[in-house]
């Protein structure tokens, strides 16, 4: 759900919230209900095409260099440019963090993202004035256990 509020009240500047039924329909979600709350916010939910996944960081992750050329060069394919900014690394992982723009329902690039084994997504958001999903994540590169270190779901060796 997404919650929105009016900058201005209606007559001091700020416009009808009839603005964001018309974004709506525009970006193809007239299924997606827009309830008013209060006296200057509008209430937006909808539901995403096909099953969305969720799991934890898979234990045999590629190399991020790897996982990060491929999913630069499927996302280029669509014309849909993608960032990369530096994540997290600890003893036992390594992450990088991206995020794109797109107009198009994010589940249409499911079978991209689905190849990269590691890969999470943090985030999908609308930005309504612009009518663009932003779709943000990270990619997760397991380290070599550190000595002495057992994982928890496998035997020591």
Do not use: C
């Amino acid at each position: 759900m997404l919650s929105i509020e009016r900058q201005a009240a209606l007559g001091s500047g700020g416009g009808t919230i009839n603005w964001v039924r018309w974004a709506l329909d525009r970006a193809g979600m007239k299924a997606a209900s827009a309830s008013p709350t209060g006296e200057n916010g509008v209430d937006v939910s909808w539901t995403m095409e096909g099953q969305l996944e969720t799991s934890r960081p898979a234990l045999d992750a590629p190399r991020l260099a790897d996982a990060r050329r491929y999913l630069q060069s499927w996302l280029e394919e669509t014309f849909t440019q993608i960032r990369w900014s530096n994540g997290d690394r600890n003893e036992f992982f390594e992450t990088i963090k991206f995020r794109f723009e797109t107009p198009y329902d994010p589940s249409r690039f499911s079978t991209i993202l689905a190849k990269v084994d590691g890969l999470t997504i943090d985030s999908i958001t609308l930005d309504l004035g612009r009518l663009r999903y932003v779709v943000e994540g990270a990619i997760h590169e397991q380290k070599p256990l550190p000595a002495g270190k057992v994982a928890a779901n496998r035997p020591k060796q």
